[in-house]
């Protein structure tokens, strides 16, 4: 009898243990639907929440134990919608103790789309102005030496921007333990759209859905580090807005949308 007694309490005991390790830690209430939050490593502060709210044009900045740490304004452009922000660092754009980014934002109502790229500080103060680009990426060319990759309008010239900051951190989300979804282009579209990624030498393959804006996964593709994007036939597609992002290792990357005609 003892012994069933020991063995009943080491049950009871792992049953729960195992129900310990999975807890709600926090509710982030957003303002719409196209919010997203996810989390970047910056070099001096080290890991924090983002949560990005395309519709109030804010990017809000929370430490780990969820108490607000910053909010960036997002500078608006009229005639342009915010189409969300990249390489969220330290030390990279700029080489003071200040957040910087970049912020894409797009014009759909011209043929071909405009696009405009900003690299901003925490202030919302604008570092660099490049407009009729479509943000590409950020790479490096050697050991802390950084370059900004911008494209035109139609795609068929490239850009680059040498960086002034040393900064070992690209800004990645998770600290780069997910991929990235780039820009689509051409974007709206009938037919044909091009989705960009970058698994960012984490991994070799990924997966990339594309969800309707209801949620629900219309298409999923397997990618790897052959290639950096896919063509995507949308001519089936209904009307409307779908979004897209890639799932490295089981982590979502943050989502990007295009247009269907």
Request: with cysteine; aromatic share 10%.
């Amino acid at each position: 009898m003892k012994k069933i007694k020991l063995i009943v309490a080491a049950l009871l005991l792992l049953t729960s243990s195992v129900n310990a390790q999975i807890t709600l830690e926090n509710t982030y209430n957003v303002v719409s639907s196209s919010s997203s939050l996810t989390t970047v490593q910056l070099s001096n502060s080290g890991y924090k929440f983002v949560l990005t709210e395309p519709t109030t044009f804010q990017v809000k900045l929370y430490n780990t134990n969820h108490s607000i740490w910053k909010t960036i304004n997002v500078p608006t452009i009229s005639g342009f919608t915010w189409l969300g922000v990249y390489n969220i660092s330290e030390g990279l754009f700029n080489t003071d103790n200040q957040v910087e980014c970049v912020a894409c934002y797009a014009n759909h109502s011209t043929t071909p789309s405009q696009y405009y790229t900003k690299v901003i500080d925490e202030n919302g103060t604008v570092i660099k102005d490049i407009p009729n680009r479509i943000y590409a990426g950020v790479r490096a060319t050697s050991s802390n030496t950084f370059k900004l990759i911008v494209n035109d309008n139609n795609n068929m010239i490239r850009d680059v921007y040498s960086l002034p900051g040393t900064s070992s951190n690209l800004g990645l989300p998770n600290g780069g333990v997910e991929g990235q979804v780039g820009i689509s282009y051409p974007n709206p579209t009938n037919q044909f759209i091009t989705l960009p990624y970058d698994l960012n030498g984490t991994s070799s393959t990924a997966v990339l859905k594309i969800y309707n804006v209801n949620g629900q996964i219309i298409e999923s593709f397997n990618i790897d580090n052959s290639f950096n994007s896919i063509l995507l036939d949308v001519s089936n597609y209904a009307s409307g807005t779908y979004r897209y992002n890639i799932n490295v290792n089981g982590v979502e990357s943050s989502s990007n949308s295009f247009i269907k005609q």
